[in-house]
């Protein structure tokens, strides 16, 4: 009923930048959170970055001040601006939204997730 759509993922050099989008649409009445998670292999999936449709924002600790989340809520988007990208930020990174649908139950959707990989 929700469905997300990620964007922008690729190869890039460490100490560079890459910018992720990730597009909510279905029969949504409102969004509470959005977030990106990743996923490393043979890691577990972790919170990278959250964003409340208020506006606030909660990182982990090994992106913080590197990483941006920000969310344009007329258009069920949420955005990562990742920068000084270094190698162990290579993972496949998921778009989540939770919510409200419009016939009244809650959703917890994951998107396909995108591939990022910093390398030299």
């Known amino acids: 009923q929700v469905q997300l759509v990620e964007s922008g993922g690729g190869l890039v050099q460490p100490g560079g930048s890459l910018r992720l989008s990730c597009a909510a649409s279905g029969s949504i009445f409102s969004i509470n959170a959005m977030g990106w998670y990743r996923q490393a292999p043979g890691k577990q999936r972790e919170l990278a970055a959250a964003?409340?449709?208020?506006?606030?924002?909660n990182y982990a600790g090994s992106v913080k001040g590197r990483f941006t989340i920000s969310r344009d809520n007329a258009k069920n988007t949420v955005y990562l601006e990742m920068n000084s990208l270094k190698p162990e930020d290579t993972a496949v990174y998921y778009c989540?939204?939770?919510?409200?649908?419009?016939?009244?139950?809650?959703?917890?959707?994951w998107g396909q997730g995108t591939q990022v990989t910093v390398s030299s």
């Open positions: 989540n939204a939770r919510g409200w649908l419009v016939a009244g139950g809650y959703f917890d959707s």
């Open positions: 964003i409340t449709s208020g506006g606030s924002t």
